[in-house]
């Protein structure tokens, strides 16, 4: 079983910074990709960044492309995702989630963390 806890969240300008946490817990991640997903009221879920545990391989959606960086820690066991540039339509709760390498979906979710942009 793995736990996903995530922290970071807040209410940010336009054009600020933040950047969020994921602690992972209850098994090791070396055969795990790691993910940031969004959703914004009213919208569907949508994928923001993954990166592969062991070799760290990443991937990023169009619209986030160049302002977000999602990385990880392996002794801290926590993965991150650092929001430059912030938009109002960044505005969602964020959701960690991890899925093992060779499986098409997410089998573990954190909880979310509100991220709000203000014009």
């Known amino acids: 079983q793995v736990q996903l806890v995530e922290s970071g969240g807040g209410l940010v300008q336009a054009g600020g910074s933040l950047r969020l946490s994921c602690a992972v817990s209850?098994?090791?991640?070396?055969?795990?990709?790691m993910a940031w997903f969004r959703q914004a009221p009213g919208k569907e879920r949508e994928f923001v960044a993954a990166i592969r545990w062991s070799g760290g391989m990443t991937y990023y959606s169009d619209s986030v492309k160049g302002r977000f960086t999602i990385s990880r820690d392996n002794a801290k066991n926590t993965v991150y995702l650092q929001m430059n540039s912030l938009k109002p339509e960044d505005t969602a709760v964020y959701y960690c989630a991890a899925r093992k390498v060779v499986d098409r979906e997410y089998d573990y979710w954190g909880q979310g963390t509100q991220v709000t942009v203000s014009s």
């Open positions: 209850g098994r090791t991640l070396s055969n795990y990709r």
